[in-house]
């Protein structure tokens, strides 16, 4: 089964290790049985346990899914909560439903290409701040032009080294000095 993450509210319930979808389609929560057992066999009065800290969400928008999935599990086992869409336009759904910390996307893909994907998250005032990152075989300079000026913070090539794409989202999502992220021209 695919399990998911609880998301914000839900995710502080730590006896849950997340949801899937039954194959009738409901929702149904996981139980995370290292914390059950934890919990039966703890001493007669335990202490509630610890609310799981956050994780950064970040959304992958790609339509190839060898990259889609290939960078969700690289996110993943660094630390990242992971998402992924197929294109550009269930990206925007996705933006819309729940909160992203950053953006991974192509820029060809089918119904809502990263240009006009980015354009729209510049334009949405709940978004505007968003990090976003373009995982593209597309790096010539009329390519990058087009996303630098469309409000992307970083320009990577398809299969960067896995160093240098968790050190390129860790710095666009640490905080500066400000308070702020690390948002800024990264390419």
Same mark, same amino acid.
């Given at each position: 089964i695919v399990i998911r993450p609880l998301g914000a509210i839900l995710g502080v319930l730590s006896l849950?290790?997340?949801?899937?979808?039954?194959?009738?389609?409901? =929702?149904?929560?996981? $139980?995370?049985?290292? =914390?059950?057992?934890?919990?039966? *066999?703890?001493?007669?009065?335990?202490?509630?346990?610890?609310?799981?800290?956050? +994780?950064?969400?970040?959304?992958? =928008?790609?339509?190839? +899914?060898?990259? +889609?999935?290939?960078? =969700?599990?690289? $996110?993943?086992?660094?630390? *990242?909560q992971a998402i992924t869409a197929e294109d550009g336009w269930e990206a925007w759904e996705l933006l819309g439903e729940r909160r *992203?910390?950053?953006?991974?996307?192509?820029?060809?893909?089918?119904?809502?290409?990263? *240009?006009? $994907?980015i354009e729209r998250v510049r334009r949405e005032?709940?978004?505007?701040?968003l990090p976003i990152i373009v995982l593209s075989s597309r790096t010539s300079e009329a390519p990058r032009g087009r996303a630098v000026s469309a409000g992307a913070d970083a320009l990577l090539p398809k299969s960067p080294h896995r160093k240098v794409l968790l050190d390129t989202v860790a710095r666009l999502l640490a905080p500066s000095g400000d308070g702020k992220t690390g948002r800024g021209q990264v390419f």
């Open positions: 849950y290790a997340g949801v899937t979808i039954s194959g009738s389609g409901k =929702a149904q929560l996981v $139980l995370d049985l290292g =914390a059950l057992a934890e919990a039966a *066999f703890a001493p007669t009065r335990a202490a509630p346990l610890p609310a799981r800290p956050a +994780r950064p969400r970040v959304l992958v =928008a790609d339509d190839s +899914r060898l990259q +889609r999935e290939s960078t =969700a599990r690289l $996110l993943a086992a660094a630390g *990242f *992203f910390d950053a953006l991974i996307t192509d820029l060809e893909m089918p119904r809502l290409d990263g *240009f006009e $994907l005032p709940t978004l505007k701040t």
